[in-house]
C-alpha cells in the first residue's frame, strides 16, 4: 500500500523503516532535511514539501502524521488539507489530546476528508519491530487502513475503538496508567533502598520481571536500567512529564471518577522538579510557631 | 532430591506437583486428610503427621512449609524443629512477615537449622507451573536447595537475596507494588467506563497488553477476566486485601519513604469495603452548617 | 453610599441587610420578585428591573452583583453594562473562576467600567454580620468602595489583593484550603469512630475548638454538627462540591504545585458519589485471576 | 489542691506556673537542677529527687508527668510508683501512645494507684494562660483532679473522655488532624506563590483568619508567621515529625480507615527530608529507557 509520512523523529522515523520491512510504498517528508536525506538513503521516497508528498500519492490518499502534539499537528493539516481530495485519509499518530482529535475530525469531515486518531504506544523499539496502536474514527477510513496496522503491530497490536477521538482518549488513560505503574515500582524500589537489606536491584527487577505478578515491561525495563548503573547513582530523581498524565487527570476530574493513585504519581513528578517547596516552609514556620520546634535555617 | 512438603493448600499443592513434574521425591503433609489423600493418588508420597514426614527424610533434610501466615507458621515449627537436627533446612514459603522470618531464623540457628525465608509469586498456575521466589537465608542452606528452584521456576524467576529476612521482604514490597499497579489499571477502566466513549474493555485490555509500554501479566489478567465479564456487572467492588500492601505502608513509614501510590491504593481498598463513610458525613454536615447545602437524608 | 444589590440569595440577602444595618442606602433587584417583595417590607428599595435599579443610583454607580458564577453574571453584565458610564463599578461577588473574572475586568474596563472580583467567605451568618471577602482590581475603584467594605466585614475581614482576578483566585485557593480542612478532621472522626473507644464526638469537637492547636471556626461547626445528632445517623455521607476545589486542583497541574492534599479531598468527594465503583471491580476481578480470591458477587 | 510536677521542660514548666497562678500548691522536680532552681525562683516548691516529691506530696497524692514519650515516661513510673500508696493519681501528660498507656493503666491498677493519661494541646502558650487537654482513665481519679484541669484549661478547654487510653487516642488523632490542616493551609499558599498574582501573604494570612470558613489558630500562625518572614526566605521546607501523625496513620490502618488527607500530610513530611530521591531516579531511568527521554546527570 502507497502511504505518505510527515514527521522523522524517532516514532515517525521508525514507523517508516517498520512500514517498509512490509512491503509498503512510504513517501516520506519532515521539515528537517537531514532526516529527509537519511531516510532516503535507506531506500525510501523522500520528499521536501508537503505539497510534494500529497502529488506522490493516489486517491484515496493515506497521509500519517507523526509530529508534536498542538500546533505544529494544525500547521500541517492547514497545508496538507486544501490539497486533499473527498475520501483521502489522514491519520494523527502523535500524543494528542483527544479534544483536538474530535475537532480536527469534524473540521475534516467538512471537507470529505477522513480523519483518524492514532494513539501510538510501545517506544521507539515498538515503532521500529512491533508498534501498538489504539486508533479512533470512521469505519469507512478504517476499513482500508487497517491491513497497514496488521503489518506494522506486534499481534493483538491494535485497536480500532470505533469513535472519532477513542483513539487518543485510550492513549491518554494508557498514559495514566503508565504514570501509576511506574511510581508504584519506584516507590517500591525506594523501599528497598533505604531498607536494612542490601539488596542487588538489577536482580531483584529481574527476579519480579519473571513469573511473578508483577512481571511486566516496565519490570524488563527496570532491570535493563539497573544493568547500567547499578544504584543510579549518576543521575537525578527529576521527574518529567509530558502531558497525557494531567490530561488524565483532569479528564478525571470532569468525569468525577476518583483516580488517588494516578493523581498523585503526578503531583510526584511535579514534586521532584524542586529541591525545596513553600508548602514546606510554612508547615515548618507553623510548628515552630505553635510547638517551638526548631526549623532549618537556609 | 527428596523434599517434605507441609501444606497442601492451592500453594503447596501445586508446587508439590510442579516438584514431583522435575523428578523430586516429595513427602507431603497436611493437616488436611483429603488433600493428603488426593495428592497420594496422584502418586506423591503422603503422610499423616509432621512427625512421619521427619521419619521419611534423610540429613540434611529439607522442609518446605506452605501454610497460612502467622500462628500456623509457628505451631508447624513447634512441632517441627526439636524434630530435626542441625545442618537441616526449613524452606518457609508463606506470605510471612519479614520480621517474623528474622525472628525464627535467629531462633532455629540456635539449633543449628537453617531457616529460608521465601517469598513466593506468580499466583496458582505459577505454582504448578514455573514459580517466582525470592529468598533470603543462609548463603550455606541456600547452596544445597538451588537446584530444586531452578527446576520449578520459570527461567530467571528466583533470586537469593543473601541475608536472612530479606525474602520475605522483596514478596512484601512485590505486593506492595502490585497494589499500586493494579489500582492504576483499575482507574484506567474507571476512567474509560464513565467517558462519553463506549468502549470494549476486553479488546482495550488486549491492545493495552500487546507491544504497549504498559503490557503486563497483570493487563493479560484484566483481559481475561473482562472476556468472562465484559462489564464485570456480576461482581461487587469489594477490594479485600491479605496484609503485604499494609506491611509495605507500615514499613515505609517506619524508613520515613514517601509512597504515596502503594498508600493510596490500600487505602482505597478500605475504602472499598463500606458503603458509606463516617468521614463522608461529617463533610455533608459540615457543608450544611456553613453553607446552608442540602445533606443527603438517609 | 448608595450600592445596587442585583441578586438576593441567601447571600445578597444577607449582605444588604448587613450594609442597611450600617446605614447604606440599597437599590436591590432579584429575578424572584418575591425576594425583592421580603426585602423591600424590610425597608429596603426594591426595584423590578435593572434598568430600573441603574435608573436609582448616581454617577459613579456601583452595583453589587451577587448571582450564581458562570452565564448568571454574563446575563446580568450584558444587560447592566450598557446602562452603566465610565467611571461606575461593579462587585462581582459570587464564586466565579478567576479566569472570567479577567476576561470580564478586560472587557469592562474597555468601556471605562470598573470591575472589583470579589471573593466572599463566612457563610450566611458572615454575610449578614461580619462578612470576609478578598478583592481584585483597579485601585481607582477599590478606594471609593472601600468604606463599604469596612462596615460590613468582620474586623481584619477584607482584602485588597491589588490585581484584576486576585480576589477571585484567593476565594478559589480558600476554597481549596477548606477541603483539606474538612477532609482532615473527617478523618479524624472517623478514625474514633472505628476505634475501641466510645466516644461524645459533640463533646470531643468542644474540646478540639477550644484551646487546641487545631481550633477553628470549622470545628465549631463539628460540634454544633453532633449537637443536632450525635452520631449523624440521620444522614449519608455524600460529599457534593460546588467548584472551587476543582478549580484549584486544576490550577495546581497548571502551575505544576503538587497539592496531594487538597487534590485527595477532592477526589474522596468524587469517590463519595458512588455506592460501588468501577475500579473496586477491576482489582476484585484480578485478585480471583491471578490468586483465586473470591469476589463478592452482586 | 497540691500536686507534683514531673518534668519541667516548656510545657511542664508553664504548667506549673499555670496551677501556680491558680493557687495550687506545686511540688516541681526535674533531672535537670537548672530548671528546679529557676522554678524555685519564682516561689515554687522545687526538690531535687522523685523520693523527695512524693514525700511531700500527702495521701491522696497527685502526680503529673510531663516528661518525653516513652522510656523517661517508664523510667519515671519506675522509681514514682514503688513510692505511692492505693489511691494515688498519676497523670501522665506526654505524648505518649495510647496502647503505652493502656499498658500503663494495668499495670498500676494493680498497686491500686490511679492513671490518667491525659492528652495536652495548645502549645507553649496554652500551658501557660489556658491549656487543652484530653483525659482517660478512671472517673474516680477524674473527680478528684477535675478542679485542676477546670482552672488551668481554657474555657471548655478540657474534656475527661472515660477509657483508659481515650485521652492519649484523642491527642493522638487531633495531631493527625493537624498535619492535614497543615498541608492544606501550605499547600493553599504554594499555589498562591506559584501563581501570575504577587500576594502578601501576610495579609492573605490575616483576612482568611478573620471572618473566613477557614479562620482558625493555625491561620493565625501564619500570619505571625508571615509578619516575621514575608515570603520565608530564611528557612527550608524541611518538615520533621514527632510521632502522633504516623501513630494516627498506623491506627487508621489497623481499623482499616481510608485517611488518605492524614496520611498523605505524613508522606510529604517525609518527602520534605531529602533533596532527591530514589524513586524519582527510577521514574527518570524508565522514561529514558521506553522513550529516550532525556534524564538529568547529577
Redesign the interface.
Known sequence: MKIGMIGLG?MGYNLVMNLKDHGHDVVAYDVNEESVAKITAEGVDGVSSIEQLVERLEAPRIVWLMVPAGKPVDDVLETLVPRLSAGDIVIEGGNSHYKESLRRHKHLKEKGVYFLDCGT????E?ARY?????IGGDPEAWEIVEPLFRDI???????F???P??GH??KM???????????????????????E????YE??A??????????????D??E??FSK?PK?????????S?GEG?W??????D???????????????????E???????????????????A????
Not at 121 to 124: C, D, H, M, Q, T
Not at 232 to 240: N, T
Not at 259 to 272: K, Q, W
Not at 275 to 293: I, M, P, Q, Y
Open positions: 524517532k504506544s510501545g517506544g521507539v515498538g512491533g508498534v501498538c496502536t489504539m503491530s506486534v499481534e493483538h497490536g491494535y485497536h475503538a470505533g469513535q477521538g477513542a482518549f485510550l488513560v494508557h498514559n495514566g496508567i503508565e504514570y501509576g505503574m511506574m511510581q508504584a515500582i519506584a516507590e517500591g524500589f525506594e523501599v528497598l533502598h533505604k531498607s537489606f542490601d539488596f542487588d536482580k531483584v529481574r527476579v519480579w520481571g519473571h513469573g511473578s505478578v508483577i512481571r511486566s515491561w516496565l519490570m525495563l527496570t535493563r536500567a548503573d543510579l547513582e549518576s543521575i537525578k530523581g527529576v521527574m518529567h509530558s494531567k488524565t487527570v483532569e479528564t478525571a476530574l468525569l468525577q471518577v476518583a483516580t488517588p493513585v494516578i493523581a498523585m504519581s503526578l503531583l510526584m513528578r511535579y514534586r521532584s522538579l529541591e525545596d517547596t513553600f508548602h514546606g516552609k510554612v508547615v515548618a514556620a507553623l510548628r515552630n510557631e505553635f510547638g517551638g520546634h526549623v532549618v535555617k537556609k
